[in-house]
């Protein structure tokens, strides 16, 4: 029960953030399809910190780790807010794109690196062993908890002060809702819409690390991020856009996430003989189901994928 309360924290903090980046982005009013190949970039930024820093003390490499991740989320999703919002690009096309370029790019850049340090082989892995007990804050028993957790748990905090009790919240969400009424009041909305896409990629990013730490030493970047980065997105939609439920939907989707990891210690659970895969798959079924129940009732903002443009009224 401690591993699957461990493992179901872990995994609702990976969609809670990147969820959140979602939200910031669509309320903008640009769509992240993306978030894959963001998480993907994030994941490559922490993991390179952690390969090449491995003698940081603890908070130190917890502080390096979440730097490396959000610059590199935030720098790879100024690709979607430069084609989307400057050049007034197709949002769905560029996201697609971005998912793809990121799993490749960075698979073919951890090769280089291990090719450089190994010649006979060029992994497209990174390990990281010792690095990762920074990230423990505490221990009970086998319960776990990480500073990922917890601040997975601010950044909720903040994202909900954020955009609903601050100037700047208020402003982002008038973007994606009426841009040409926000513009009509002096709010910029090509800086908004960037603001939301770039908060939108930092978060991403964070996301990308605590998921490839989340239970393993090292980490193939051919892999992926298993598909969270859509998962996320259903996490947000089913949240109605909305921080609070947000988080009560990730730690859903994180429940049916975990039992992959640990239906084996469940009597009741290996007595149905089902196949690991089945497991693996649920949170996918379980998001397709809720999609098509309720995506039907759901309130997106009115502007979102809509390209912004100035002259129209």
Known sequence: MALL???????????????????FSEHSGVINLGLEGTMVMGALGGALVMRNMPNLPGLAMLL??????????????????????????????????????????????????????????????????????????????????????????????????????????????????????ADSVGINVYKMRYAGVLISGALGGLGGIVYITAGVSEWKFENGVAGFGFLALAVMIFGQWKPQLIALTGLLFGLFRALSNVYTGFDFLTALHLPSTVYNMLPYIISLVVLAIFSRNSRAPKAEGIPYDKGQR
């Open 64 to 181: 390096m780790v979440v730097l490396g991740s959000v610059v590199f989320g935030l720098v790879y999703s100024l690709l979607l807010a430069v084609a989307a919002i400057s050049f007034k690009a197709d949002q769905t096309l560029v996201g697609t794109g971005m998912n793809l370029l990121g799993t490749a790019a960075a698979t073919v850049f951890v090769k280089a690196i291990n090719m450089r340090a190994n010649r006979n082989n060029p992994s497209s892995a990174i390990v990281y062993i010792e690095q990762k007990k920074a990230f423990s804050l505490l221990k009970i028993g086998k319960f776990e908890i990480s500073w990922f957790m917890l601040l997975a748990v601010l950044i909720l905090i903040a994202s909900y002060i954020v955009l609903y009790k601050t100037r700047f919240g208020l402003r982002l969400m008038a973007c994606g809702e009426h841009p040409q009424a």
């Open 5 to 23: 309360l461990q493992y179901t924290l872990i995994y609702a903090s990976v969609l809670m953030l990147v969820a959140l980046g979602g939200c």
